[in-house]
């Protein structure tokens, strides 16, 4: 009988496991799909010669997270990689902002914009400086991170801390005119906040994209050599050498509850899995509560707010195999990993009002990632393995553009919408659509299919929005991984800090089931009989 069932091989739920084997708990791992990986996975579907990763690609907060680093993964073969400038912003008329590792290069780009734009990027990167290791220890433990909290409130004094909380709970829109007198400076936090389901106009968004930016020029947007899955496998390897097990094709069911706590999983096969000490669930909120769970053991004002839940946004992404690089005609972009399109934060905005009025974008913002160039191991020398994603409404009522697409992403309108993504790579770079060897077409539901927590393909478990964040995530009153079920914890981008490859989520429910200590829970244990174990008595 494993110490701990986790549900879940996705990044969290592995890391998880780590930590728990780590502390000498004997820990098994069940995924439901035929591998683990979850969103951090790839393959060469696109084409035989070309790397493509299925859906995340770069990560700044894996490069910055302190939990990934003590697990010490290039022992286990975990290589990262490069592209020349960490993130690009092109306009049509051929300026371009450009974020770099070296903060003179970033300063110098803006300051083409406008005179004393690069000093402004100077005064930020300043601040960064100073607070990064207690923003970063806020970000990666639980909530409230009251020991972070505290040095960061030493450090600015009074004065200070109030006057950086104004400017993370400002829109990035009004941030960026705050900061910067030309475009350049707020199209990087502007582009940057919309990772995220975050509008430019709402609260909350300079904070995001602030982050994400200083996050990009202290650690830049690294990849895994040679694929994203290349991360997973060397969480996998570790847990292995600790003697953990991972068993794919194994969907949860149901948890059980007896007494009010957690003691196993029934899988879909029907087979039940003890767990004596703990049962960590890398899967998203509403599946947890509303599929896993049963009602009557979760609180009514519970069930009452996962009515309430938010998504963020679905996502739709095309995969390319291209016969050279991409003839981008801002010239700077073509050393860039990511690149963000849009012509302005206008554009930006007015992407994000159809959003909001449930209508899919006529004018896609786009990120756009240039793989080959961040990794020569993608594809053969002189293509470039390329994608590109933009986000579209969980619910569609119309469409900006004049395809019809409603959402029920037939085939047909797949190719529309893929039609649409060239068209919008093809304002800022003439000539793309004639490189392209070969084709992926992602749509929101086959994301599903492939990882189900991105419902309808919603990458962060959840709206980034304020009032779904910090002691409101998942619901108003938590911001921690411990459930109202004894020895269950939530260890998904669902609970605090949420999305995004880092691990803090796993690690936190770790933490805090090994801070239980429960015990083997005998009685509990025995009352699991052999009918049980085989699955043909169902436990209440």
């Not at 409603?406 to 649409?420: F, I, K, L």
């Not at 998904?492 to 770790?510: Q, Y």
Request: with cysteine; aromatic share 6%; net charge neutral.
């Amino acid at each position: 009988m494993p110490d701990a069932v986790v549900i879940g091989a996705g990044p969290n739920g592995l890391v998880a496991a780590n930590l728990l084997a780590d502390a000498g708990w004997s820990v098994t791992v069940l995924e439901e799909q035929s591998e683990p990986g979850g969103a951090v996975r790839h393959d060469r579907g696109v084409h035989p010669d070309f790397v493509n990763d299925l859906f995340s690609s770069f990560y700044p907060l894996a490069a910055a997270s302190p939990i990934l680093r003590r697990l010490r993964l290039e022992e286990y073969g975990l290589r990262w990689s490069h592209a020349p400038h960490v993130l690009a912003h092109p306009l049509s008329d051929g300026r371009c902002a450009v974020l770099d590792r070296r903060v003179e290069v970033t300063a110098a780009s803006l300051e083409a914009f406008a005179a004393g734009d690069g000093a402004s990027w100077h005064r930020l990167h300043d601040l960064w400086q100073g607070i990064r290791p207690d923003i970063l220890n806020a970000l990666f433990t639980p909530f409230p991170p009251v020991r972070s909290a505290a040095r960061l409130a030493y450090r600015l004094k009074a004065a200070g801390a109030l006057h950086l909380a104004r400017s993370l709970l400002l829109p990035v829109r009004r941030l960026g005119e705050e900061e910067f007198a030309g475009e350049g400076g707020r199209l990087l936090l502007a582009g940057n906040a919309l990772h995220a389901d975050l509008a430019p106009e709402a609260a909350g968004s300079g904070g995001f994209g602030w982050l994400m930016s200083l996050l990009g020029q202290s650690y830049g947007f690294p990849v895994p050599v040679g694929g994203a899955g290349e991360l997973v496998r060397a969480l996998v390897d570790r847990l292995h050498a600790r003697g953990a097990t991972v068993q794919c094709g194994r969907r949860v069911q149901q948890i059980l509850v007896r007494e009010g706590r957690a003691v196993a999983v029934r899988t879909a096969d029907g087979d039940t899995v003890p767990a004596a000490r703990a049962v960590l669930a890398d899967v998203s909120v509403p599946a947890l509560y509303g599929e896993l769970v049963a009602a009557e053991h979760l609180p009514g004002q519970l069930l009452a707010d996962l009515r309430r839940f938010q998504w963020d946004f679905a996502t739709f992404k095309v995969d390319w195999a291209l016969e050279g690089p991409v003839p981008w005609q801002a010239k700077e972009a073509a050393g860039a990993g990511t690149v963000h399109l849009a012509d302005g934060v206008d554009e930006l905005t007015r992407f994000a009002a159809q959003l909001a009025m449930h209508q899919v974008p006529d004018r896609p913002f786009l990120l756009f990632g240039q793989m080959t160039t961040s990794d020569a191991t993608r594809s053969p020398q002189g293509t470039e393995s390329a994608w590109a994603y933009t986000h579209v409404p969980q619910d569609i009522r119309a469409d900006a553009g004049e395809e019809h697409i409603t959402g029920a992403w037939s085939p047909a309108e797949q190719e529309r919408m893929a039609d649409r993504i060239e068209g919008q790579v093809e304002r800022f770079a003439p000539g793309f659509r004639a490189l392209i060897r070969a084709r992926r077409l992602l749509a929101p539901t086959t994301m599903q299919s492939m990882d189900r927590n991105l419902h309808g393909g919603a990458l962060n478990g959840g709206t980034t929005s304020l009032h779904q964040q910090l002691f409101f995530r998942p619901s108003p009153g938590t911001g921690r991984p411990e459930t109202p079920v004894a020895g269950l914890f939530l260890a998904s981008a669902g609970a605090h800090p949420g999305g995004g490859v880092h691990g803090a989520p796993g690690a936190n429910a770790a933490r805090a089931a090994l801070r239980r200590r429960l015990p083997l829970l005998a009685a509990a244990q025995r009352r699991l009989t052999s009918r049980d174990r085989t699955g043909s008595r169902h436990p209440h």
